[in-house]
Structure formats: C-alpha cells, structure tokens
C-alpha cells in the first residue's frame, strides 16, 4: 500500500464518519422510545391494578416507573382508565419537547 492509497482511506473514513455517527444517534434514540413504551405501559398496568384493588392508582404507577422516567412522567385517572404520559430520553433538545409516549390500562368497576 503506498502513501497515497493511506491517505485515500482516511478520508473515506472520515467522510463517513458524520453517518456513522447519525446512525448511532437514531438507534439510541429509538431504543430509548421503545423501552420508554415499556414503561408507560407497566405504570399504568400497575395503577390500573392499584386502582382495582382500592389503592392510589397514581402513586402505584410512580413508583413503578425508574428514578429518571418519574420526573417526566404525568399520570392521570379518569373512571377506571388511569393514563400514563412519558418523555423519553433524547440526545437533541429539539426532540425533547415532541416527543411523548403515552400508555393507558382500564379497569371495569364491580
């Protein structure tokens, strides 16, 4: 390999530098939506079931949700559909404020 050659690569490297880095961006940012969905969903399963045996729906599904997720978490109860809206994790501040998972667990009362 001459010298040419090497210097040819480290700009094809570099070039595709930006992309590899956009695609490692989108992959967290999904991966973090989904298990954001994972756990609006379990929160409000858990306050559903909270609400069904004559608990506090709401503190059942904060306490259901990980330290980070309860700060952007809002929970809220309507008859027997307790709904849990979440903000995931983003890496751009831009995406912080559109994007919102929301999950809901009804229950039918006796």
């Excluded at 939506?33 to 503190?59: H, K």
């Excluded at 990980?66 to 501040?93: D, F, H, I, Q």
Aim: net charge positive; hydrophobic share 50%; no cysteine.
């Amino acid at each position: 390999m001459n010298p040419g050659q090497r210097g040819q690569a480290t700009i094809e490297l570099l070039a595709t530098l930006p992309l590899v880095l956009l695609v490692a961006l989108v992959v967290t940012q999904v991966t973090a939506i989904g298990y954001s969905t994972v756990l609006a969903g379990n929160a409000a399963e858990a306050g559903a079931l909270a609400l069904a045996g004559g608990a506090d729906p709401r503190a059942a599904a904060r306490a259901s949700l990980p330290g980070w997720s309860r700060a952007r978490g809002r929970v809220a109860v309507k008859g027997g559909e307790v709904t849990v809206r979440l903000r995931p994790p983003t890496l751009l501040r831009s995406l912080a404020r559109r994007l919102e998972i929301t999950a809901a667990a009804e229950v039918e009362r006796p």
